[in-house]
Each structure stands twice: as structure tokens, then as C-alpha cells.
């Protein structure tokens, strides 16, 4: 008989920390929740009277609504914290903040923070399930998770698949989670981008560093366009916006070099005419929406597996 | 009057006479009485079998924070832990609040420094309160006391106040000393490698301390005149001093006992102690700087001892202040590379004691005839586990403690008088 598999973590931190099991496994919890979503009444009992705290110390509105949704349709009591409202702008500490929320008892925090790390400083310092909602450059790992997710759902697999990330790697947490990620269930993952927002040994991650879009693009499965920050161009790591568009925009052009059948993915919100063409970004080959709906089965999926111990 | 003391049968390690053998140290008024000398009848034995008795170890790279932080150590503190490290003599970095640039704080710190159980150098600031754009009263500096000149913790940026700086402190004779860090390429939290683009952290190139050190030798090339190099981490800035120090500049240079421990491997779970400036470097690095010291390019061991509170360090990685204490760990630290085999104890002394003092020009460093009776009397072989017990400082910032290290100071000895002790009278 199959021995009875276990999920292994107390947090979730980051996408290192999964084996291909856990990630499998929490991918199939995920569908399991998302027809809950398509029903009338969008609600079930799994989380009642747990209390899970969304502590957001950076401005987020996607992120943040998707997992208080997630939270909701599993019957659990929300609260959210945001940075402009709490004490941290008296100067108290992130580990101050966490110990006061920590007395209050909550099942599980969910944690966005700038800093990398905090979520991991977090956890160090409550009895509460964190679940890191992206922290830094460091890790988004639910975010990894959905897109983990669509890919399955479009391509009924995920090894052997050519996922091409395409932009600021350096800057982004959804790259860090997605080049770990995808690699762990065997996809191979290319990164492409300006040299300015390449990093440096972004190879010992285990994604590949493609010299030109061609390379990154030839025969990819999956297309996967990063935002572009603005204050990106003060640094300096670009001359300008429209440049970007230009040479490393998604575009009809360079999505030729990709399989016929390749889908596009960002993980929101778009810059239309810089990251992708307002045509890409809404074609058929766009499964940015997926990625949505898919973000809050695995949230629900991830307080279940923590928020129940 | 002070005691006379009869040190017997240690292994006294001299590198400014060559010294090394078994023997016994006669001190007499203070002082190290000739080696012929009988000892006086009321002197005190010290039984130092299977010990070294050495030169006082002299840091040349202290942070003291008093006047400004002394709730992360002040002048006395600092000391204390310093004797306990078998340091005899501290160098002290002008970055206090306010900034050591005249002689009223030159001052100031001489005077509290009356009653510390070390001798205190203070080292004065290059440029008014350290802003990097006019020159300090070098001249009333060197009259108050102070030692040498540096801006660091806040590097010259501006190459032309260097140049000036090099220039018009050799009116002084006081040495000057570089922190080498270009500020727009040091914009970072970390080294800037495979570890911190896995932790997502904001890199500090190699080259943001090389191109600095080359300045700095280009400088000092030109203008014929000395520089010194504080806290190299780097092989590239390494290879830029040796080839200087080849073709006859006169740049001396330091590390700190992290640079040839620890790697940006330790920064890993984003560990605040782990967190300094310049930062940890790569393994090729760390290899690099143990060469150094063993080839001569490293002319000195300095701790870079920076305290700070659980304030500045119990935070997010990116918020965290710089640097950690050293001054308790530095020898047993160095000491481990003698365990090694990297380095002989001779070596060792050097590198600790008679070097910073030759950089410094201190009467001090020696353990000849005639000289201060500074010394510290160590135990290489004598393994414990760093424990928060062995600190005297304020502070507790370092990623040393629940290591075990090879040996330490069993006493330290200052003017003839004993300021540390521990498991030996």
C-alpha cells in the first residue's frame, strides 16, 4: 500500500524549501478548492474559527484580496494590516509588530514585506503559520504556485516544458520563485532580459541565461513577461521605457520564434505597451486571467495546509 | 611605584629581535628589564609553562562609540574587552558623535581613556566631521594626539581631497587611512554573488573596493607618499597592493579575522551578524586574503571591532547597521590559522602586535629591553567554545559565539600592571 503522504511544512517561506511531492501535492489540494469558486455559494467550512492576519507592509491590492478571498471561502476571520495604517510608522520594529499580533493568537500571518527575509524573521518570532506574500527580491512562492498551476491546467504537464521568463530578474521575487519552481518539476527554465537587470550568477539558481530573445524564445511553451518599475530608470538600469518596449517588449514579432500553441503569462498588473502590446496582453494566448482565478484556489490551498495543524 | 614581576618558562615570541625560545621575562618599574638582568627579590612569579608570552597585541581599526552610542560601548568598555583580547593598545576611528576632527574630542577621549585598562590612540578625521569636502586641522590633531588620520565608515570620495589629504598629512607624519569603497558601486547590503542574488539581496561588487585601492596606490604612487589600506577583502585589491608594494609604493594594508573565516556563505537565513562593510566575500576571496597574509602583502591583523545594540541588529537584513565586535575574538580567531599551519606564531605576533605599531609609529609592539612592559601572555592550545561570557564589550553583535576556537589571552599586562586574567595566577 502507498504510504499516506504528509505535508511536511510548518510555513512556507519560499519556493526552495518544496520537493516535487509537496509541490504536486499542493497543486492537487489547489484544484480540489477551485471548483468551490464556481459554485453559487462560495463557501465551505474548513477553516472556521481559525484567524489568519494579513500583514502588508507594501502596497498591494491583487495579492492581498486573493488571499483574504481564499481566507473567506474557507470560512476562517480575516484581518488586514496595512503598513500605513499600523504602528510600524511610529517606529516600532517588524519583531515589536509580530509579537503583539503574535498575543492575539492567530492561526496564520501572511506576510508581504520589502525586506527579504522578514517572513523568515517572522516566523522566527511567532506561533502563528506564515505564509510568505512576497518578501523583497527574495520570494513569492504562492505566486510561483499559481503559476505553477496554470502551466499544468494549459500543458496537462510540466516537465520537459520551455518556460521563458522575460525582464527584471534582478528585482523580482515571482523570478526567484518561478526559476526554482518550474526547475523542481523538471521545466527548463530561460531568463531573458537586459544585462542591468540580469543578475549575476542567476545560472547557479538553475534557470539558463539566453544571450539573445531568440534564444530565449525558440520553441518556449510558456512566455512569462515581468512588470517593469518605473524607478528602475533613476538607478540607472534603463534609458528609458519606451527602448524597453522596443527591444524587449512582447510583441507579435518575437512571440513568432515560440511555439504556435505558446501561452502568455504575467503576474500582474500589466504595463500594456511596455512589458507586451495591448494585442498580446488581451489574445487568446493570454492566460494572465487563469492566473488570477488559479491565485485564489492555491491561497486556499496553502491556508488548508497550514492554518489546519 | 609598580610591581616586579618574574614571568618563568614561556615561549617568548618577539618578532622586532627575532626572538623565539623558551626563556623567562623579568619586569621591572614597567618596563622589560634586560634578558641577563636578575630578577629583584620582591618580584612576583608568574609560572608560564606552555604558554607564549608576546608582545601587547595593538589594534589599529577600533570602533569605541563614545562619545555619541555609549549604549553600545564607551572608552571603557571597549578597553576591557580589548585586554581581554590580549590587546594592550587601541586605535580608535574618528566616526563617533560628533565626529573626532579637532582637539577638543582628540581630548575628550584622551581624557576618559585615564582610566582604561588599555593605552588609547585615537585617530582623527581626514575631512570636517568626516563630509569628505574640506580638510580637517590636521596639525592640531596630531598636537592633541591623535595617531592617524581616516574618514572611515565614510569613504573619500573625491579623489582630489585625497590627494591633498596624503599629502598634507606627511607634514605631520601621520599615517593616513583608507577605507577603499566607491559609494555608487557599494549601494548594497551584501557581496555581490550567487548567495545574495539566491537571497535576493542588493549587491556590493569586489570592485567597488578595487577600484578604490587602485586610486588610492595611484595616489599615493604619484605623490610619494605613505597610505594605508584598512580592511581589504578582496583578491583583486590584493593582487593591486602587492603588485604597488613590488615596485616600491609605500602602502601598507590590513584584513580582519572575518575576511579569513567566514564567506558570504554565512549571510545565508539572513543572519544580521554576518552583516558588515566591506562584506563578507567569496570563498576565492577568503584564500586569498590567508595568502596574503602569509606572503607579506598583509602587513596587519585589525579587528574592526563595531558595536552595535540589538536595536540596529534585531531587524530585517537590509536594515541591519554594519560590523561586529572583534576585539575578544581576534586572537583566538588568528590563532586557528596557526592551528592551521597557515601561519607561524612568529608570523602571528607580527601581524598583531609589531606591525600595527610600526603603521602607527607607536613605541610599542616589542618586548626588547627598555621597552613597555605591554605584553600578553597566551594559551594557543587551550580549545573553548566563544561563549557571550568571554565578551566584555557592550554589545553582543558577532556570528562567533558557539565556536570552538584553539586557544586565547590567559593575561594581559599593561605598563607592568595586570588588566586581564583568567586561569593563571
Known sequence: MKKQYIFPHRHILGMEQFSREDIAHILTTAESFKEISSRSIKKVPVLRGRTIVNLFFEPSTRTRLSFEVAAKRMSADTFNINASTSSTTKGETLIDTARNISAMHPDVIVLRHSSSGASQLLSQHVHAAVINAGDGAHQHPSQSLLDLMTVQECKDRLDGLKIAIIGDITHSRVARSNIQGFKTMGSNVYVFGP???IPMHIEELGAVRARTFQEALEGADVV???RIQRERLHDPLLP??????????LSSDPLGWAKEDAIIMHPGPVNRGVEMSPEIADSSRSVIL???SNGVAVRMALLYLVGNA | MSKSWIIENGRIIDPASGRDEIASLVVTQGYIAPAEEPAPADAER???????IAPGLIDMHTHLREPGEEYKEDILSGARAAAAGGFTGIACMPNTTPVNDCAAITNF???QARQAAVRVYPIGAISRNSQGELLADLGE????GVVAVSDDGRPVANSQLMRRALEYASDFNLPVISHCEDVFLGKGVMHEGPVATRLGLRGIPAAA??????RDIALAEWTEKPVHIAHVSTAQSLDLIRAAKARGVRVTAETAPHYFILTDEDVADYDTNAKMNPPLRSKADREAVRQALIDGTLDAIATDHAPHSTLEKDCEFDLAANGIIGLESALPLSLSLVADGIISPMRLVELLALNPAKILGLSAGTLQHGALADLTIIKADQPFIFSETDIYSKSRNTPFLGRQLPGRTVLTMVGGEVRFEKGLL
Open chain 1, 195 to 197: 544585462s542591468t537587470l
Open chain 1, 224 to 226: 512569462m513577461a515581468l
Open chain 1, 240 to 249: 528609458s521605457l519606451r527602448e524597453y518596449a522596443q527591444r524587449f517588449g
Open chain 1, 290 to 292: 487563469n492566473q488570477v
Open chain 2, 46 to 52: 608568574i609560572n608560564a609553562r606552555g604558554c607564549w
Open chain 2, 109 to 111: 577621549i584622551l581624557d
Open chain 2, 141 to 144: 590633531l596630531k598636537n592633541a
Open chain 2, 209 to 214: 573596493e578595487a577600484v578604490m585601492v587602485y
